[in-house]
């Protein structure tokens, strides 16, 4: 996964998935909601605050591989997430992965006709899932969000959904070839809205302060995962 910064005037439009719960979709769904509840004993707190409906950007850490199925499997819709753009060259893979809902991302920078598409998916109703960190994290700590996220959301004008995974560093860090049982939750916070931009407010400052009002959403739900750890039985 990766999360991008300010567009380039490039233009390569690609075609969303054409169902937001395609079988294959539904399939891992199920998987990853199984799996994960054996193996690492994954537990969600908040799932009641992803809406059912509309659109909006799901924002969370990002420590794992495991992230994208661990945001996904508890959710009670369709989720879109964001590959690297080199995956979906690679035969069969790119088109098992555009059918689970993944949408093409150019590690550093948006194309204009990428950034279309995530408004456009958004606009339209869709959640697009994002970590914008931009990469995942090598000590397993939140670090600080990149603004092109913010930049997406503020472009598309709709509500974010913060999100913190704890313990997937835990089970998959990346310097681990596969995954061991690890405890695992997932926080989901309530829905929010960008910061206003004040008049007269350069644009690469405004989306700074939204990606920080944003790292400052995840982080509170990080203090509330401790919170649970602390009070939670070994």
Request: positive net charge; charged residues 25%.
């Amino acid at each position: 996964m990766s999360t991008p910064s300010m567009p380039s005037t490039q233009s390569t439009p690609s075609t969303p998935p054409r169902s937001e719960t395609s079988f294959l979709y539904r399939f891992f769904r199920f998987f990853f909601r199984v799996s994960l509840r054996v193996y690492c004993r994954q537990e969600a707190y908040g799932a009641e605050n992803v809406p059912s409906e509309g659109g909006f950007m799901l924002v969370s850490n990002h420590a794992s591989y495991l992230d994208p199925p661990l945001i996904g499997c508890r959710a009670r819709r369709g989720l879109y997430y964001m590959a690297k753009r080199e995956l979906f060259r690679i035969p069969v893979f790119g088109r098992l992965i555009r059918n689970v809902n993944a949408v093409p991302v150019d590690r550093g920078q948006v194309r204009r006709g990428s950034m279309r598409e995530y408004v456009g998916l958004m606009r339209d109703g869709h959640v697009l899932v994002v970590f914008p960190e931009g990469t995942r994290s090598h000590d397993g700590r939140l670090r600080a969000f990149k603004p092109g996220v913010a930049m997406i959301a503020a472009q598309a004008r709709v509500p974010c959904i913060p999100a913190y995974i704890q313990g997937s560093f835990d089970s998959w860090p990346r310097h681990r070839r596969f995954p061991r049982p690890a405890k695992i939750r997932v926080f989901y916070g309530a829905p929010f809205d960008l910061p206003e931009r004040a008049e007269g407010m350069a644009t690469r400052d405004y989306y700074e302060i939204c990606a920080q009002e944003m790292h400052r959403r995840v982080d509170a739900l990080r203090v509330q995962a401790e919170e649970v750890e602390e009070t939670s039985p070994r």
